[in-house]
């Protein structure tokens, strides 16, 4: 399967533990994005990445959140010191550069996390 | 601070009939409106999309029509299936190439047998 991948798909944590997701985009896809959707709601913004740099950060993503893409490759989602209403699907994506204003995000499936 | 606001919350219709999805945006800067379904337990997959310079999209049984002035556009589901039912989430993309997507709050359509 050459989608976007992500781990772990659930995670269940105590409130103050750290948990750090990983997403594995569509190989050739430039662009990576990290969403959030609570339940009933949307996906909301929350940071993306060409290559390996971070070009924005939404204010949703607090001083506890950090995201890193080192190699431009996969790319890692930390939560420091989880609150319970960190508790959320977080969704990642990927895209061409060729494909910007297509609106056309290739998402994966998305790892929730519950906070305890 | 809610950039598209999108109704109705869920929709139940029967099979082979017509599901309709509007949502509304304000900020005059987004140009490109895509629309994405979602099924349980999946991400969101792109379904559709219009740019505000055209008033009707058809792709299959899918239709956008927009309405710039208004600054409205909405999702038409001809001849819906059960396979249909899903979350529909309808979008905006600012200026730009940034492909940072605005969601909707989603609209949960179910089609009876």
């Known amino acids: 399967d050459t989608g976007v991948s992500q781990n772990p798909r659930h995670k269940i944590t105590k409130r103050g533990q750290n948990v750090t997701f990983r997403c594995d985009p569509i190989?050739?896809?430039?662009?990576l994005y990290w969403y959030r959707q609570t339940l009933g709601q949307g996906p909301e913004f929350l940071t993306y990445?060409?290559?390996?740099?971070?070009?924005?950060k939404s204010r949703l993503l607090s001083d506890r959140f950090s995201a890193e893409r080192p190699k431009g490759s996969f790319s890692t989602l930390e939560i420091q010191r989880t609150e319970q209403g960190d508790s959320a699907m977080y969704l990642c994506?990927?895209?061409?550069?060729?494909?910007?204003?297509?609106?056309?995000?290739?998402f994966g499936e998305g790892s929730r996390l519950t906070v305890l | 601070q809610q950039q598209v606001k999108q109704s109705p919350q869920s929709l139940i219709v029967q099979k082979g009939g017509i599901s309709i999805i509007n949502c509304a945006y304000e900020?005059?800067?987004?140009?490109?409106f895509p629309w994405y379904q979602q099924f349980p337990g999946k991400g969101p997959a792109l379904l559709i999309a219009?740019?505000?310079?055209?008033s009707e999209k058809k792709e299959g049984r899918f239709t956008i029509s927009f309405n710039k002035s208004a600054k409205q556009f909405s999702l038409h589901i001809m001849d819906s299936q059960p396979g249909d039912s899903a979350t529909y989430f309808c979008?905006?993309?600012?200026?730009?190439?940034?492909?940072?997507?605005?969601f909707g709050t989603g609209t949960l359509l179910a089609v009876q047998p």
């Open positions: 900020n005059t800067a987004f140009d490109y």
């Open positions: 979008a905006a993309i600012y200026g730009g190439a940034t492909n940072k997507l605005i």
């Open positions: 219009i740019r505000p310079d055209v």
């Open positions: 990445f060409q290559n390996e740099a971070q070009l924005e």
């Open positions: 190989s050739e896809h430039n662009r």
């Open positions: 994506a990927s895209s061409r550069l060729a494909g910007l204003d297509t609106g056309e995000l290739f």
